[in-house]
């Protein structure tokens, strides 16, 4: 079987934070393709809210929102949950303050391949 096709075992709680929906939705899709339970968020301050009221193993944010940006979102994350993984995906990766990104596991450019993400995913548990 290959192994972009397999499911992860066990299902993770994933938090994904986009405004635009198309992405938001394609992100959310492709996750729960690989079994994870995934809650979605078009703001900033809308994830900070259900982070602060559910677990999630791992959060998959973009970088450029309008009402709070995703390095601004991880560290009010990982002052709430230090050891979670915070995944930021972004057009501009180039562009990005290398100093802010210290919270974030990984960085992705858009666009990437589904299976891209997972493996990312499955990589930022093995750093905490």
Same mark, same amino acid.
């Given at each position: 079987?290959?192994? !972009?096709?397999?499911?992860?075992?066990?299902?993770?709680?994933?938090? %994904?934070?986009?405004? &635009? @929906? $198309?992405? @938001?939705?394609?992100?959310?899709?492709?996750? &729960? /393709?690989?079994?994870?339970?995934?809650?979605?968020?078009?703001?900033?301050?809308? !994830?900070?809210? +259900? /982070?602060?009221?559910? *677990? /999630?193993?791992?959060?998959?944010?973009?970088?450029?929102? #309008?009402?709070?940006?995703?390095?601004?979102?991880?560290?009010?994350?990982? !002052?709430? $949950?230090? +050891?979670? #993984?915070?995944?930021?995906?972004?057009?501009? !990766? &180039?562009?990005?303050? *290398?100093?802010? @990104?210290?919270? =974030? +596991?990984? %960085?992705?450019?858009?666009? /990437? @391949?589904?299976?891209?993400?997972? &493996?990312?995913?499955?990589?930022?548990?093995?750093? =905490?």
């Amino acid at each position: 079987m290959n192994k !972009a096709n397999t499911k992860p075992t066990p299902a993770l709680r994933i938090l %994904v934070v986009d405004d &635009e @929906l $198309s992405v @938001l939705e394609a992100i959310k899709m492709s996750l &729960e /393709f690989y079994g994870h339970a995934v809650t979605s968020c078009t703001s900033g301050s809308q !994830a900070l809210e +259900a /982070f602060k009221t559910s *677990r /999630f193993d791992v959060v998959v944010t973009d970088y450029a929102m #309008p009402d709070i940006k995703g390095d601004d979102l991880a560290v009010m994350i990982k !002052a709430i $949950s230090p +050891a979670c #993984p915070i995944i930021m995906i972004t057009a501009h !990766a &180039e562009m990005l303050d *290398r100093k802010r @990104l210290a919270p =974030i +596991a990984c %960085v992705l450019s858009k666009p /990437f @391949l589904p299976q891209v993400l997972n &493996e990312a995913i499955t990589d930022s548990l093995k750093q =905490i």
